[in-house]
């Protein structure tokens, strides 16, 4: 085991001294989390954080800005009133109410609310239509009140609410619900899967092509230790390659970017640790089967982003048609992702993701014995 741990630690420690290797590992990851996690909406609070909505109100609103302020708030809206210009400017969504409101609506006069920002990606477009039904149910409670009391005033609405209806619609739970993640909840995830996978496809591989060369291999093959002592060598500097990756974009999605990791940390650590050893034996293979380095890098990202296309890397593969969903159910990136959905984004307990552990644990033993079967010094 000392040679072992001897080589492991060598090839480790020459990875992590070359410039590309720690660009990719510690740079890009962050470039790719910003970028698409901003684009596609979100924050990293699973959620559970309410929208907020700055409001402008004109001189002298009147009691239905109350009213439409309680509709909002029925729609999981923050509702926070602006106390200067500037602040309402810099809001990600903001509705501008005009003066004497409830005296314009009540006057027959067309009124106007005028809804801005309307938030980022997604989790912009949910809030903005919820304003938008808030607005709707106001006019709708003006109009019924109008019809039934013939004048609206603060008490005719409350009435209004206490009167039964005469339909009511009653909805039940199919099962769990489980809310496709968004933002960095998704893209976090996903792209520290996939960025490991090209890391350990790409310099785990190039690291054997460039000994095998340089005749390093075959001074090895003349040393005093096995062929086993030295696969396994490799492969752990591999391994170790994936874990550094993985611990950084941890660290760096629950402090730089707010992801709320959930209370299952411990296996979601599992999880990942499996998806690296996977991802160790793969490296092992490519650097065993690639001629050139040309050859390592065009097939490790290749592989690496058409698995991450199809497995759920790039967009929650809940959203995909049932035939991708599938599909990414026999892929090890599929497994993956839905392990690390179950466990950050829909709450479910950590014995959930074991067949996805075990799925993963297979295919590494699979992928390991190829591995080792080509594995050569020259």
């Known amino acids: 085991m000392k040679n072992v741990l001897f080589i492991a630690g060598a090839d480790l420690w020459r990875h992590l001294r070359r410039r590309e290797t720690l660009f990719w590992v510690f740079v890009m990851p962050l470039v790719f989390f910003f970028f698409f996690g901003t684009i596609t909406g979100g924050k990293g609070d699973g959620g559970k954080r309410k929208p907020r909505i700055v409001l402008s109100v004109g001189e002298d609103p009147g009691f239905l800005l109350e009213r439409l302020e309680t509709r909002l708030r029925e729609r999981d809206l923050d509702v926070v009133r602006s106390a200067t210009a500037e602040e309402f400017a810099a809001a990600g969504l903001r509705l501008a109410i005009p003066p004497h409101f409830t005296q314009r609506v009540l006057g027959g006069e067309a009124t106007a ?6 938030g980022d990606g997604l989790e912009g477009d949910a809030s903005s239509l919820q304003v938008k039904r808030a607005a709707y149910t106001v006019l709708a409670d003006v109009i019924a009140t109008s019809e039934l009391s013939g004048a609206v005033t603060t008490q005719a609405l409350e009435a209004l609410d206490q009167r039964p209806r005469a339909l009511t619609v009653v909805s039940s739970q199919a099962g769990d ?14 792209t520290m899967t996939m960025m490991t996978l090209i890391i350990m496809l790409t310099s785990g591989a190039i690291g054997l092509l460039v000994e095998r060369r340089e005749g390093l291999l075959r001074r090895l093959a003349f040393a005093p230790m096995s062929r086993g002592e030295i696969v396994l060598g490799k492969w ?3 391994l170790g390659l994936g874990v550094v990756q993985l611990v950084w974009s941890l660290v760096a999605g629950a402090f730089l970017f707010h992801v709320n990791w959930g209370p299952s940390l411990p296996m979601i650590g599992v999880v990942l640790l499996c998806w690296a050893a996977l991802g160790a034996s793969l490296g092992l293979l490519s650097g065993a089967l690639a001629r050139t380095e040309g050859q390592a890098v065009g097939i490790g990202v290749l592989l690496s982003n058409l698995l991450a296309g199809l497995g759920g890397c790039w ?13 990414a159910a026999c892929l090890p990136t599929g497994w993956t992702m839905e ?5 950050v984004s829909f709450g479910l307990p950590a014995a959930s993701v074991l067949p996805q552990i075990g799925l993963l644990l297979a295919l590494t033993a699979v992928v390991s014995v190829l591995a080792v079967r080509a594995f050569r010094f020259d």
């Open 113 to 118: 609310l005028t809804l801005g920002g309307q």
């Open 177 to 190: 619900r489980r809310v496709p993640p968004q933002g960095f909840e998704q893209t976090i995830p996903g």
């Open 236 to 238: 752990l500097a591999n």
């Open 315 to 327: 967009w929650p593969i809940e959203i995909t048609p049932k035939p991708m969903q599938t599909l």
């Open 339 to 343: 392990a690390l959905h179950k466990l």
